[in-house]
C-alpha cells in the first residue's frame, strides 16, 4: 500500500517562508517522479511542481522563482521550499507519486491527503 504524508504546513505572513515534506512508504520512491499540486477554496486543484526520478523540475508560471521542489531518495522524501508567499497562494497542498503521461509530463497515480497553507498577515 503505498503512502504519501506531509508535513509543515500552518499560517504565515506576506513575504514569508514554509517548507512542506511528504514522505512515501510502499514503493520504490526513487524510480518514480515526484510532485505537489494545490486546492485552493472554491477552486479546481492545480499542478504546482514536478521533479523526475532524474532530470530537470518544472514549475507553473504562479510558483517559478518562488518555489523550489526536492528530493531525498533516501529518506523517501519530497520537498517544497516557498519563498516569497503571497496571499493567492493560500491552498490546501498535496503531493503526489507521478507516472509518465502521454504528453510527456506526468499523471498523479497516489495523492497524500494534504496540508493547509495559509498566508495571512
Known amino acids: 500500500q503505498v503512502q504519501l504524508v506531509e508535513f509543515g504546513g500552518g499560517l504565515v505572513q506576506p513575504g514569508g517562508s514554509l517548507r512542506l515534506s511528504c514522505a512515501t512508504s510502499?514503493?520504490?520512491?526513487?524510480?518514480?517522479?515526484m510532485g505537489w499540486y494545490r486546492q485552493a477554496p472554491g477552486k479546481q486543484r492545480e499542478w504546482v511542481a514536478w521533479i523526475p526520478s532524474r532530470g530537470i523540475a518544472n514549475y507553473a508560471d504562479s510558483v517559478k522563482g518562488r518555489f523550489t521542489i526536492s528530493r531525498d531518495n533516501a529518506k523517501s522524501t519530497v520537498y517544497l521550499q516557498m519563498n516569497s508567499l503571497k496571499p493567492e497562494d493560500t491552498a490546501v497542498y498535496y503531493c503526489?507519486?507521478?507516472?509518465?503521461?502521454?504528453?510527456?509530463?506526468?499523471?498523479?497515480?497516489?495523492w497524500g491527503q494534504g496540508t493547509q497553507v495559509t498566508v495571512s498577515s
Open positions: 503526489c507519486q507521478g507516472v509518465p503521461a502521454v504528453d510527456g509530463t506526468y499523471h498523479p497515480n497516489y
Open positions: 510502499g514503493s520504490i520512491f526513487s524510480i518514480y517522479a
